[in-house]
């Protein structure tokens, strides 16, 4: 696998979001998204959080929950968090769903690998998924930043979790971003690809909390499922979140073992 191949196939991606219509639609729908959620749901959440009033009422309804978000530096920050935690994975699923799938069924990887590995295809390109979706949690972030600036946050502090967010979304993205390039390969479009994954993140926890009704260690698999950590991952600081990164980890390398294994026996 050459490094060359890699970085030109990473940023072939980054080309064809922003000098493609259909990238340029994409940054567009991304801007005026977070445009709203900054200006309106987290704006909003945040200054209810700085009332007095309303702390105890909040921490009243879920004490063990919402405690950990006045925690944060900045009420702007904690909220961020929590939306981007739902907001990133769901992004990812159709943004890195055509990894594979429109060069596979038109014939023209069969042609890419006349100049690069199968691998250095597969891991290039889910690399510079991974650099576009960098891309967007550092765009939207810094727009929280200079709202939690404007509203009065100590600079350093907020900066430091704001590093300690970034890394925890990246790692959060991981695992969607490895699973979407597996069923890339499996499907004929990036639409299908969308459907399968809906599919996926619906049956699977079933199928598997079905199995372990028959015999328990089946519980386990769920480990397998990208996604299942978020929700913990919402009450918790940045910081303590790290100590959950061994399983977006193991998640990736287990998906992109698939989709390697999946795209060395396609027929080009």
């Known amino acids: 696998?050459?490094?060359?191949?890699?970085?030109?196939?990473?940023?072939?991606?980054?080309?064809?979001?922003?000098?493609t219509r259909r990238g340029a639609l994409w940054l567009l729908a991304f801007a005026l998204v977070w445009g709203l959620l900054l200006r309106y749901p987290i704006l909003s959440a945040a200054d209810l959080m700085r009332r007095d009033d309303l702390r105890e009422f909040f921490l009243s309804l879920s004490p063990d929950g919402?405690?950990?978000?006045?925690?944060?530096?900045s009420p702007e920050l904690a909220v961020f968090w929590v939306a981007a935690l739902v907001l990133y994975p769901m992004a990812t699923i159709g943004l890195a769903a055509d990894q594979m799938a429109s060069d596979l069924q038109r014939g023209t990887l069969r042609f890419l690998t006349?100049?690069?590995s199968r691998d250095s295809l597969l891991l290039g390109r889910f690399l510079g998924m991974l650099a576009i979706q960098l891309m967007m949690i550092l765009a939207s972030l810094a727009g929280t930043l200079g709202l939690a600036l404007y509203k009065g946050a100590p600079l350093m502090p907020v900066l430091g979790q704001s590093a300690l967010v970034t890394l925890n979304l990246l790692l959060v993205v991981l695992p969607f971003t490895a699973t979407m390039a597996l069923l890339s390969l499996l499907a004929k479009s990036g639409r299908q690809a969308v459907v399968l994954a809906t599919l996926f993140w619906l049956m699977t926890p079933l199928a598997t909390g079905l199995l372990s009704m028959a015999w328990q260690p089946f519980?386990?698999?769920l480990l397998l499922i990208p996604?299942?950590?978020?929700?913990?991952?919402?009450?918790m600081t940045p910081a303590d979140a790290l100590t959950t990164s061994w399983l977006p980890l193991a998640q990736t390398l287990v998906m992109l073992a698939l989709a390697r294994i999946t795209l060395v026996r396609s027929a080009l």
Do not use: N
């Open 66 to 73: 919402l405690s950990t978000l006045y925690l944060w530096s």
């Open 114 to 116: 006349l100049r690069v």
């Open 219 to 221: 519980e386990q698999l």
């Open 227 to 235: 996604g299942g950590q978020i929700k913990d991952l919402m009450v």
């Open 1 to 19: 696998m050459s490094l060359t191949h890699l970085r030109l196939t990473a940023v072939f991606e980054l080309r064809r979001l922003f000098a």
